[in-house]
């Protein structure tokens, strides 16, 4: 129906998480009005984020750089490490700006039916990283079986380290997830996290 470089283009879009093919129609047409600079622009961006974004080498957050900018910022108090998830869930939780320690990404969950074990998480740096200097461990991972199931792993790996474990209290409804969350129920989370064993 359509020429196959506008095809491309639709396709390229569906791509896309949550995007159908009606979306993604609206996103080629939108794009074709851009003029030279903004579709400029718009590559330049895409190319760079792909070629220059990494994991950071501490927490695995996104970074330019070997380190994120909450792992070089020296005002962040380094004793505190709050895990999550992914990527979004830093983002959630800094929109609180109540949360002043660090983070740990752990790149998903435990998930057996996925086939997802711990093994394929990044939980051995996060082992690694904990120093006589740690004070605590927030585990913050979503309230569904996976984040659960993934919290109480953590937690029983922890307990032979001399830090204290809590879990974010759940001002999060069961299933949610942190990146969908308003900063007020982040920060009645953070505010309600508990210890974990012990």
């Known amino acids: ?18 995007v159908g093919l009606k979306t993604a129609e609206r996103y080629a047409f939108e794009c074709l009005k851009w003029n030279q600079e903004d579709t ?7 190319t760079n984020a792909k070629n220059q974004l990494r ?7 996104l970074a330019e750089h070997d380190k994120c900018d909450i792992c070089s910022d020296g005002q962040r108090d380094q004793t505190i490490i709050c895990v999550v998830e992914t990527i979004k869930d830093v983002v959630a939780m800094e929109k609180t700006q109540e ?10 969950v435990i998930s ?27 585990i913050a991972t ?11 792993y953590l937690s029983k790996l922890l307990e032979k380290k001399a830090v204290t474990v809590t879990r974010i209290a759940h001002g999060l409804p069961m299933g949610g997830h942190l990146d969908y969350a308003d900063e ?10 508990k210890q974990i064993g012990q």
Do not use: Q, W
């Not at 400029?40 to 895409?46: A, G, P, T, Y």
């Not at 979503?142 to 919290?151: D, K, L, M, Q, S």
């Not at 007020?184 to 996290?193: H, N, P, V, W």
């Open 1 to 18: 129906m359509y020429p196959a470089i506008f095809e491309a283009l639709v396709n390229n879009f569906r791509k896309l998480p949550g």
């Open 40 to 46: 400029d622009d718009f590559i330049k961006n895409i």
């Open 55 to 61: 994991p950071c080498v501490v927490c695995g957050n």
């Open 99 to 108: 949360y002043h320690g660090v983070y740990h990404v752990l790149n998903g």
């Open 112 to 138: 057996t039916s996925k086939g997802i074990m711990p093994d394929d998480l990044n939980i051995n740096s996060l082992i690694e990283r904990i120093n006589e200097d740690t004070k605590e461990i927030i």
């Open 142 to 152: 979503n309230p569904t079986v996976e984040g659960e199931t993934t919290a109480l």
């Open 184 to 193: 007020l129920t982040l920060i009645k989370a953070i505010e309600g996290r």
